[in-house]
């Protein structure tokens, strides 16, 4: 028998509905391998074996029955879900010191639609504090490794979500994406990370860090998965005025190994210098595949690129520094015992329940919207930010999709970039454009290093048009199969 | 030296919505701490608003009321600073674009009628409120969310009493609208006023105070005389007036500068980026506008013109929207307007403020209303049946006709019948017989009363005094 | 370059204390040497022509998302008070306030 923690949900779902394997055998299954492997990765913050167990008890008992759909294939799959997103009478920490003590009293809508489909919440997933970070050294708890190779980072800041699924320890998992949160660690662990067009997924019950940037989106062990999931979160929530009301991505019509007659542009402002030459080549070369397989490869420009870090950080940071005042020791969470007047409780709360990333990145937002600065930076940044949407849209006007690296390096080592903020800000250059712009984008395993660390390549997508980059993807991942095989070594 | 005052006002209206502002929790008064809260309005992690349609509406139809300018784009804010109120330590707000921009109030005070100049109306969510004990605080989040809207004046009062008048237009708009229950005591209306004085004959104002959290009618009035004279006061003595935010003590008479909440007031604006703004095309405007009800000031003259009622008449019956719509509506069934109006403005308006009631709590319907003075007009039954009648149908409602019967109060038009009581009234009263005959004519009043003391408000008074006449004359 | 804010201008304890963050001294010294890196370079927005350029606040903007006045039941006080860090008779206690 397959070792069933390999699967991926789609094979899964067919075991599951052959009767081939049981979703109890399964969350064993992968709770075995967590408490083997995890102490080395660190990917989960919180397993939940009983409660996994007895959901998947139950959705055995009602396909027993016959009581599950056979076309939704997500019913007894497990899945690891990041902790920022709330699920009723869990923790939610946040990776945050702030949040201790804190259980959640309702459900993420995206964790609700999950559940709806029968899907398995195995656990809650490391990640740098409140996603403030792009390596998951971040978390008040823990350093999640990289399961390709434990002295180095697995991405961030939903590092423990894609450390899981490349480690096999889930089937699946959600993280969210601010500015490359869910594809970075995706390209770093060799996995398949999708992050939503703004407003294809509820926001509502994903603790916020710049709400006009936050997507949830699925990381999985291929485009399918990706596909699979994002149908199941996607929709208008009426909790979420953000949110639009629009037809899921067609699974079907995006699911074609087919790149014949479609335009793909290679944007040149994303081939920066010092970029990891080995980083370079695996890209060029997955543009020269999807051309031999029939794709027409354009060189685009996207001449606004070099002030979406600015931009990005002056926003990101000035909505960060309000969604996070409400973390003051009043209603819930962590509370400091040096709380002799109200002045004490707020500093000295916020003090010790932050970690330095967090309060850099407070103070920084606090700064751009104190008195006199707001024009200065947060609307000059909002300015920026209609140029760069721009850009986009002219380069789709001509391209069906983009092809990019995802970072200029793989996975580094871990505590290489600890001392230097802003160093560690510009290694986001290349995914936080897409998330100014709202777009859609998506990182999918491409090569790998002499290293053996994987090498992500970035597909960019019109917004709200997912079964383009979900199109392109799934045939790459044929032509690159095809390809590896020919060379005679797998992928 | 004389000096002027300058006045503005920020009153916070609580508007009368089931829902809050950003929640779906309900609005509700005086229950139990903590109750009516969710993970939205206790800004839980993860939680965003979503816009209460009616508390929008209800703005913007304010805001046609006083005239002001509708954005057709609108948007909301996050005003930022810490406070234990302040479930997400930011208020949700309106910054630059609000609702609605301009616009008046009319006023009348003893100094006459003018209009006040309004700068702004915008929407907002409530704090929560917190509670002191002697070792600590403590926060109950109900009202936290509760859609505030606030109207800010420019500095456009120039005393007390027509701040005061001020807030008696707002509150009688604010009613005809139907956007607030404008419940002093449950804190429907709070007030922010700022004042500041300057010499007469000068253009330039003064620096002013700001006194927060008048939460009475009577406390703006009181506040703002006491800080006329602190700071006329202050400037005679050469002393300057520093900008502050003051607290007005109601035992002591007297404003008190408080600690200031935020040292810089660096509220650190930036537009709510959870919410999508209001648009609002004309279109929808104009429907509201189809909707809106007659001013009171329109209404008044249209009282005066349509029914023929006295310019008094008809300015009591549309201050309030209730009395002047039963008025209406009894008018309906009745055109004998000045007898309607007679009784609305006597008996009702006199019920309403001994009981505290409102026109809508009563039983009485406009139909029972108009068929009791039909009654009355038909010589049906005695006036003073009539307020026994009125009575019931205000305490319990009914049919006045069937009370009538019921209570035996038909009048008694029966000569016979009323010779008795005449007859009765003359023999026992032979003091008032013989004024009468010495030419002094009132004397029949008393004769009349004591037959209508008799037949316990039931006879004729005109018929009684026709035979009390007669009878008289007759010996 | 406009010079409302040279980047040497940031007052981190001023920022800090609107932040309700309290810092250490040494705290205070880092974030003063990395923000000023920072702040340095976001300037970078402020080199951008931005003449009638209008600001983009979401990735796709619509308007009027309205929610229907409807009351529904929300938590239990009990439920609730269960995170409070400190409660007392139905109310989330907080050091008294002084106003």
Not at chain 1, 32 to 58: F, N, S, V
Not at chain 1, 104 to 127: H, I, K, Q
Not at chain 2, 344 to 369: D, F, N, Q
Request: aromatic share 6%.
């Amino acid at each position: 028998m397959t070792d069933i923690n390999t699967l991926t949900v789609s094979r899964a779902a067919r075991m599951l509905q052959g009767g081939e394997c049981s979703s109890e055998e399964l969350v064993s299954s992968l709770v075995r391998l967590i408490q083997e492997r995890d102490g080395q990765i660190g990917a989960y913050l919180h397993l939940d074996e009983a409660g996994a167990l007895e959901q998947a008890r139950a959705i055995d008992r009602a396909r027993a029955k016959g009581n599950v759909d056979p076309s939704n294939l997500l019913a007894g799959v497990p899945i690891a879900v990041k902790d920022i997103l709330n699920v009723k009478g869990q923790p939610c920490t946040c990776a945050s010191r702030i949040l201790r003590g804190y259980v959640s009293p309702y459900d993420a809508t995206d964790v609700a639609r999950l559940r709806e489909c029968g899907v398995v919440l195995l656990g809650r997933t490391n990640m740098d504090e409140f996603g403030m970070g792009s390596s998951t050294e971040n978390s008040a708890f823990q350093v999640t490794h990289n399961p390709h190779s434990l002295d180095r980072v697995s991405g961030g800041s939903s590092g423990g979500s894609a450390a899981a699924v490349a480690a096999d320890m889930a089937i699946a998992a959600l993280g969210s994406d601010t500015g490359g949160s869910i594809r970075q660690p995706a390209s770093f662990c060799g996995c398949v990370g999708m992050k939503p067009s703004y407003g294809r997924v509820s926001r509502f019950g994903l603790t916020a860090f710049a709400s006009s940037l936050d997507q949830v989106g699925p990381i999985t062990k291929n485009v399918e998965d990706a596909a699979l999931l994002l149908e199941a979160i996607s929709g208008r929530d009426e909790m979420d005025s953000t949110s639009l009301d629009l037809e899921p991505p067609c699974r079907e019509g995006a699911l074609r190994r087919d790149l014949k007659g479609i335009r793909l542009g290679l944007p040149k402002e994303y081939f920066v210098k010092g970029m990891n030459p080995e980083v370079e080549a695996a890209v060029k070369s997955a543009a020269s595949l999807c051309s031999a397989a029939g794709a027409e490869i354009v060189e685009v420009s996207l001449p606004h690129t070099e002030y979406a870090i600015a931009a990005y950080y002056i926003i990101a940071t000035a909505e960060a520094s309000a969604n996070l005042a409400r973390f003051d020791g009043v209603r819930y969470g962590f509370r400091s015992d040096r709380a002799e007047d109200v002045l004490d409780m707020y500093e000295n709360t916020r003090a010790e329940g932050f970690g330095p990333e967090v309060k850099r990145r407070i103070i920084l937002g606090t700064y751009v919207l104190s008195s006199g600065y707001y024009e200065a930076y947060y609307l000059a940044a909002q300015k920026a930010r209609t140029l760069i949407r721009s850009d986009f849209e002219k380069a789709f006007k001509e391209c069906y999709a983009l092809l990019a690296p995802v970072a200029p390096t793989a996975a580094y080592k871990i505590g290489e970039k600890c001392d230097d903020p802003l160093e560690m800000y510009l290694g986001d250059a290349l995914t936080v454009p897409a998330s100014l712009a709202g777009i859609c984008g998506m990182s999918i395993p491409c090569g790998q290093t002499t290293d053996d660390l994987p090498i992500g390549l970035q597909i960019l997508g019109p917004a709200f048009r997912e079964e383009n980059i979900l199109r392109v993807g799934y045939a790459f991942e044929e032509v690159l199969e095809r390809a590896g095989k020919s060379e005679g070594r797998g992928v | 030296m004389k000096y002027i005052a300058s006045i503005g006002l920020e009153v916070h209206v609580q508007l009368k919505t089931d829902s809050k502002m950003f929640c779906s929790c309900r609005t509700s008064f005086g229950d139990k701490p903590n109750a009516n809260i969710c993970p939205v309005c206790l800004g839980y992690p993860g939680t965003m608003p979503t816009m209460n349609e009616k508390a929008i509406c209800y703005t913007v139809m304010t805001g046609l009321m006083t005239g002001s300018s509708i954005s057709n784009y609108s948007k909301f804010d996050r005003k930022s600073y810490f406070y234990p109120d302040m479930p997400k330590n930011y208020q949700i707000s309106q910054y630059d674009m609000p609702l609605c921009v301009g616009g008046s109030v009319e006023i009348e005070s003893d100094a006459g009628a003018r209009s006040v100049a309004l700068c702004r109306i915008h929407l907002e969510e409530d704090v929560a409120k917190n509670l002191h004990f002697a070792n600590h605080s403590g926060v109950d989040f109900n009202r936290a969310g509760t859609p505030l809207m606030e109207v800010v004046t420019e500095p456009d009062m120039v005393s007390p009493d027509e701040a005061l008048a001020f807030l008696l237009a707002l509150k009688q708009i604010l009613q005809y609208v139907g956007a607030s229950d404008c419940n002093l005591e449950e804190g429907n209306l709070r007030c922010d006023v700022n004042c500041s004085v300057r010499p007469e004959g000068t253009e330039t104002l003064g620096t002013k105070s700001e006194i927060k959290n008048l939460n009475t009618f009577k406390g703006v009035h009181d506040a703002l005389a006491y800080e006329i004279v602190r700071q006329v006061e202050a400037l005679q003595n050469g002393e300057r007036i520093v900008q502050d935010t003051r607290r007005w003590d109601v035992d002591a008479g007297a404003t008190f500068q408080m600690r200031s909440k935020e040292a810089a007031h660096d509220y650190r604006y930036f537009p709510e980026p959870d919410l999508m703004p209001v648009v609002l095309l004309q279109e929808q405007i104009d429907t509201w506008k189809k909707g809106l009800p007659e001013l009171p000031g329109a209404r008044r003259k249209r009282f005066v013109a349509q029914y023929g009622l006295p310019e008094y008449d008809a300015r009591v019956l549309a201050g309030d929207r209730e009395v002047a719509d039963l008025f209406e509506q009894a008018a309906s069934f009745n055109t004998d307007y000045k007898s309607v109006s007679n009784w609305i403005m006597t008996e009702l308006l006199r019920h309403l403020s001994e009981t505290g009631k409102t026109v809508a709590s009563l039983p009485l319907t406009p139909k029972a209303l108009a068929d009791l003075v039909a009654l009355v007009g038909g010589g049906k039954v005695t006036s003073t049946s009539a307020k026994e009648i009125l009575g019931e149908l205000m305490a319990h409602g009914g049919d006045p006709a069937t009370i009538m019967q019921a209570r035996g109060l038909v009048q008694v038009n029966d000569s016979d019948e009323l010779s008795m009581f005449v007859n009765e009234a003359v023999a026992d009263n032979p003091k008032s017989v013989e004024d009468y005959r010495k030419g002094k004519k009132a004397a029949i009043q008393f004769l009349v009363g004591q037959v209508m003391k008799q037949s316990r408000g039931k006879a004729n008074p005109q018929i009684v005094a026709q035979l009390v006449r007669e009878r008289i004359d007759a010996h | 370059m406009m010079d409302v804010a040279g980047e040497k201008n940031i007052d981190v304890a001023y920022v800090a204390h609107l932040a309700r963050l309290r810092l250490s001294e040494e705290e205070t010294a880092v974030f003063q040497k990395q923000l000023e890196g920072i702040v340095g370079y976001v300037n970078k927005v402020r080199e951008i022509d931005t003449t009638g350029v209008e600001p983009t606040a979401h990735g796709r903007s619509v308007q009027n998302v309205f929610r229907e006045d409807m009351a529904r039941e929300g938590l239990t006080t009990e439920e609730v008070l269960r995170n409070a860090p400190a409660q007392r008779d139905g109310l989330f206690v907080v050091p008294k306030i002084v106003e």
